[in-house]
């Protein structure tokens, strides 16, 4: 994102959400909106989020460190994945087993053509949300941290991210955590920049509500 665009974002959410405008003051503006995308391929990217899932940082990049030794340092391919013996790679990788079902099931839908990943970015958002999903272990969460970081897309609301709706319960001052629905409700004003208010709601909560 540029300069510009990201200038516009920010001016955006703050003429549209008062109290959002008042977290805004607190977030240096670079931790909100990143100036590139990663380079790695999307496939690695979805190799690497499932390996990581529930895992703290540190297990889930020894565990994807192994991984990616057993093929020369790299990310296997979808047909190395379905070649693979599954036990040899659970042992071999320290992955459990849903893990590595979850492995051969993005293998699978890329090697059909279900997921087609060189088109990824001329989807539109839910479209590519639902191709997604039909992984098997990739939930919509995942889907959308997908849409935000890899791809940077401009107007993704993380509804099912504990973070996001932590830090909307504290700052919108409601008694529990709100609902996707509700989420959705409050967010409405800040399109077409959502991706932008959760990384500001996910500093906010983790840098002034400890």
């Known amino acids: 994102m540029t300069g ?3 200038a516009a974002a920010l001016a955006h959410l ?5 109290i959002l405008a008042g ?16 380079e790695r391929s999307h496939y690695a990217a979805l190799l690497r989020a ?3 899932q529930q895992l703290s ?15 020369d340092g790299r990310p296997p391919t979808p047909l190395e994945i379905l070649d693979a013996d599954p036990e040899v790679l659970r042992a071999a990788a320290g992955l459990s087993k849903g893990k590595v079902s979850y492995l051969r099931s993005l293998a699978e839908h890329i090697e ?9 970015s001329t989807l539109p958002d839910e479209e590519l949300i639902r191709e997604l999903t039909a992984v098997k272990g990739i939930g919509e969460w995942s889907a959308h941290m997908f849409l935000m970081f890899q791809l940077g897309r ?10 996001v709706r932590r830090a909307v319960q504290i700052a919108w001052t409601l008694e529990d955590l709100p609902s ?4 959705t409700a409050i967010a409405q004003p800040w399109q077409p920049y959502r991706t932008a208010a959760c990384r500001v709601l996910w500093w906010w909560l983790e840098n002034t509500r400890r």
């Open 4 to 6: 510009e665009a990201a």
């Open 14 to 18: 703050r003429s549209a959400d008062p």
């Open 23 to 38: 977290l805004i003051d607190t977030v240096p503006a670079e931790q909100v909106l990143p100036a590139r995308l990663p």
């Open 50 to 52: 499932i390996v990581g």
């Open 57 to 71: 940082v540190a297990a889930a990049h020894s565990i994807h460190r192994r991984l990616l030794a057993q093929f």
């Open 112 to 120: 059909s053509g279900q997921l087609d990943l060189d088109h990824a």
């Open 154 to 163: 401009p107007d993704v609301l993380a509804v099912g991210d504990l973070g």
């Open 180 to 183: 996707p629905a509700e989420l």
